[in-house]
């Protein structure tokens, strides 16, 4: 089975870090385009972070500088280390995979495969 699982959430206080992980199983997901996506109650999804096969991110503004997307090909693994965090930041975490870098990488839609997430939540 294709699929990707989250991990590493949790409470944390302002100014705090946290490290999510997502574990590919069944593809190899150094070849894919990935990403992690965020939703907070009663907001829509928003894009974080995206990684391309060659290690090229990109960012959300508001992340920039606090949070650092990463994979490690022998792990199969994808990672968001995120330092300085805000309430804001506040969500359920999710990765997400495509095998074709999307137009515009936060267009959730062309995301093929995607983790249950993991929650996040800043006091």
């Known amino acids: 089975d294709v699929q990707l699982v989250e991990s590493g959430g949790g409470s944390v206080q302002a100014g705090e870090s946290l490290r999510l992980s997502c574990v590919a199983s069944g593809f190899a997901g150094s070849n894919f385009y990935m990403a992690w996506f965020r939703q907070a109650p009663g907001k829509e999804r928003e894009g974080v972070a995206a990684?391309?096969?060659?290690?090229?991110?990109t960012y959300t503004y508001g992340v920039q500088g606090r949070f650092t997307i990463s994979k490690d090909s022998a792990k199969n693994t994808l990672y968001l280390q995120m330092n300085n965090l805000k309430p804001e930041d506040t969500a359920m975490y999710s990765c997400?995979?495509?095998?074709?870098?999307?137009?515009?990488?936060?267009?959730?839609?062309?995301?093929?495969?995607w983790g249950q997430g993991t929650q996040v939540t800043v006091s």
């Open positions: 990684i391309d096969n060659a290690g090229s991110a």
């Open positions: 997400a995979a495509t095998g074709v870098r999307p137009f515009w990488w936060e267009n959730c839609n062309d995301y093929i495969v």
